[in-house]
Every structure is written in C-alpha cells, then in structure tokens.
C-alpha cells in the first residue's frame, strides 16, 4: 500500500474520531447522492437503449412513402386527383434514384383466414420483396429463413410469419416447413420472426403479421395498387435530399408539383429517431442534474467539517506554518481530507448500486408491463460521469476550508485557545 493511501486513511480514521456523528451523517449523505446519481444515469441509460431498440423495431434508416392527395392546380389539371402507387413505381425511383440502397413495394391486406388443423385465425398478410427483411428488421429465428428472391422470381407460396401467430396456429409444435392456409390457400412456413419490440407500426404489431412474396400475392388478387413504397438511403443524412428526388420522379410520372406536399406522403423514419435521440438524451441529462444536485448537497456536508475541522486544528495549523509549512501544503491537506471522505462514501454507494442495479437485472419486466422502461444499465458513461462529479464534489468541499485554513497568520494561529 502506499504513503499516499496511508495517509488518507490515516486522516479519514482521525476525522471519524473527532467528528464521528457529523462524519457519519456526511458520509450517509455521500453515499445517497452517489446512490441517486448512479441509479438515475443508469434507468437513463436504460430507458434510452430500450426506447431505440423499440423505435428500430419498426426498420432503421428507412423512409414510407405513401399516396396522396394533390393541393396545388397544375398543368391544367384540377387540384383534388388522388395519386396511387404501383409496383412499377419503386422500379423507376430504384433506376433513377442511385442514392437508394434498398426499396420494396408493400401491400396489405387485412381480415385473412389463416388455419393450421384446426387452428384458425384472422391476420393479415403483407406482400413485399427480400429487401423489407433488412428495413423492416424483421429477422427469422434459428432454424428458418425470409424471402429470397427465387420466392419472388417462381411465384412460391411460402410464408415468413410473426411470433404471436406461430405461437396461437401451432402452439409447441416446430412451425417451419408445415404448411397453412391462407384463405384456403396452401403456403409453407419458410420462418418464424425473432420477437421485438415495436413502437412505431401500421395495421398493428409485425408479431401478428404474415409476409408472403410480393409477386404471389398479385397472381392471387391481381394487380393493384401498392399500399406504401419503403426504401433505405445508401446514406441516411442524405434522407431530404432523397425524399425530394423521389417527389421529382413520381411528379414526373404522375403530372402534379414536385412542391405539392400533399400528393405524396411521407413517414421519415429517419428524421422521427432523430428527434427520439435528442428527448432521451435530454431526460438522461436531466435525471443526472437531479441525481448530481443530491450529491452537491451532500458535499455541503463535507465543507462544514472541514470548517470544523480548521477551527479545532487552529493551533497545529500555526504551528505547522511556523515551521515552515507553505499555504500549498495546508491547502493540500485539507484537499485530502475532503476527497477521501468524498471517496469513501462514493465507493460505499458506487458497491450498493451495482448491487442495486444486478438485482434489477432479474427482474421480468415483461411481465410486470414495464418493458418500455428498460433495466437500469451501468454503462462506461455512467461511471464516468458519477467519478468526474464525485472529485468535482470533493475538491469544491475541500478547497473553500482550505483556502480560509492557509491564509491564517502563525503568530495568531499559535495563540488560539
């Protein structure tokens, strides 16, 4: 152990002594602060990882583009023509459009007949391209697969599925290569979809949906419009650079105003986890001004001992300086004496909260709704931050004493009873 560790305990055991209720209550409320700071970064923490999670769970760095509705006159047509897309549409926005990476035509259809024996369920049935696995992050469990392009090339009927259907159609049993029907037709379940967390969605959670290829789907209810067009930038900062690209081309196509922002409607998917980022960044910042407030107050504690502390040491301090102590050493000193009670009750509350935040850690928060939360989670930020405001705390507490304690005059300091 070293000279520097012997002495600050040293000088944490002669406090204790001398001031052993109110080094007590300080180190109490030390350990409390860090306690609250560690605690309220890591639900932060927590929460904001869940939350993104949920806001991937819909597809991350993608675009839905809707039909629309013209606002604006143009080119002799009235304004009030509704737009509707169609598959041939996300082939020309893929040809000129280079600043696209994926693209997928969607339809939807709602109340379907899905059975398995004598299992059956009303779900719906999306249609799409290989390409929605990536957007829509909806990846297939161990054991199964998406689409493929040869499923779209021979008009396959197979079918990637969600959790919830899996589990209410075959309940234990293995879904993948049994076959279903899907209003009386017969499709092979090719994958079941890993579960997720969603919070944006449309015509209700992918765990209750069913994806078929996009080109069975129009042999079987023939060609019709597409319910959206989804597609991936190659670069997602470069989303309203695209997103204009895109009205150009249909405007072209369609004969309305590039600048009619009614004709074509557009969920940004981008610009929405963006937002999302900034709000969870700031109630992180906000719950570790309110956990840092907590143990700033606590260090008040620790600035009255050490006045309290330099008003009994008077005399030692005189003599010290008569003995050729510079302010330095004084101030060094009292500096000291602060960081270790500082330290000592951080460390305290730094082992409770780690202990705090594990047993959280086993708690089901599914099945305690709570999902949405997130458990608390103990990241490199979060221990930084709660160090960084620990020293801050106990160099303020101690510098203040300090600096009062060295600017006595020895020849005073010696004569004080």
Do not use: C
Not at 43 to 63: H, K
Not at 316 to 337: H, N, S, T
Not at 364 to 374: F, K, R, T, Y
């Amino acid at each position: 152990m070293s000279s520097r560790t012997l002495e600050v305990i040293r000088l944490y055991r002669r406090e204790w002594k001398v001031n052993r209720r109110r080094m007590f209550l300080t180190t109490a409320a030390i350990v409390w602060g860090t306690l609250s700071i560690v605690m309220m970064l890591s639900f932060g923490e927590g929460m904001r990882r869940q939350l993104m999670a949920a806001q991937r769970g819909l597809g991350e760095g993608i675009v839905m583009v809707f039909g629309g509705q013209t606002s604006i006159p143009y080119e002799g047509l009235p304004k009030g023509r509704p737009i509707s897309l169609v598959e041939e549409d996300a082939r020309l926005l893929q040809a000129r459009i280079p600043e696209l990476e994926r693209i997928s035509p969607e339809y939807s259809s709602s109340e379907n007949s899905v059975t398995y024996g004598r299992n059956t369920r009303t779900r719906l049935v999306s249609a799409a391209l290989p390409s929605f696995e990536t957007m829509r992050s909806q990846y297939p469990q161990k054991g199964g697969r998406f689409l493929n392009q040869l499923d779209v090339d021979r008009n396959r009927r197979v079918a990637f599925i969600g959790p919830r259907v899996a589990e209410e159609l075959f309940g234990s049993e293995e879904p993948v290569g049994k076959t279903i029907g899907i209003n009386n037709v017969p499709f092979i379940v090719i994958g079941v979809m890993i579960e997720k967390i969603q919070m944006g969605m449309y015509n209700g959670p992918d765990v209750d949906k069913i994806v078929i290829p996009l080109s069975t789907y129009r042999l079987m209810n023939g060609p019709t419009r597409v319910d959206r067009i989804i597609y991936a930038p190659r670069e997602p900062a470069h989303n309203k650079l695209v997103e204009q690209n895109v009205r150009e081309v249909l405007a072209a196509r369609y004969r309305f105003d590039p600048n009619d922002d009614q004709a074509l409607l557009f969920w940004d998917v981008i610009e929405l986890s963006k937002g999302m980022g900034l709000v969870l960044v700031g109630i992180e910042l906000f719950l570790g001004v309110i956990g840092g407030m907590t143990l700033l107050v606590a260090g008040v504690g620790i600035a009255n001992i050490m006045y309290v502390s330099a008003r009994q040491r008077t005399r030692e301090i005189g003599v010290k300086m008569a003995l050729g102590a510079r302010r330095r050493d004084i101030v060094r000193q009292f500096l000291l004496e602060a960081m270790s009670i500082a330290g000592a009750g951080g460390a305290i509350g730094l082992v409770l909260s780690l202990a705090l935040i594990a047993a959280l850690a086993q708690v089901p928060m599914e099945e305690s709704g709570l999902q949405w939360l997130g458990k608390p989670i103990f990241s490199p930020t979060v221990a930084a931050v709660t160090i960084s405001v620990l020293g801050l705390v106990g160099i303020l507490a101690g510098y203040f004493p300090a600096r009062k304690a060295s600017r006595l005059d020895p020849v005073e300091a010696l004569r004080y009873e």
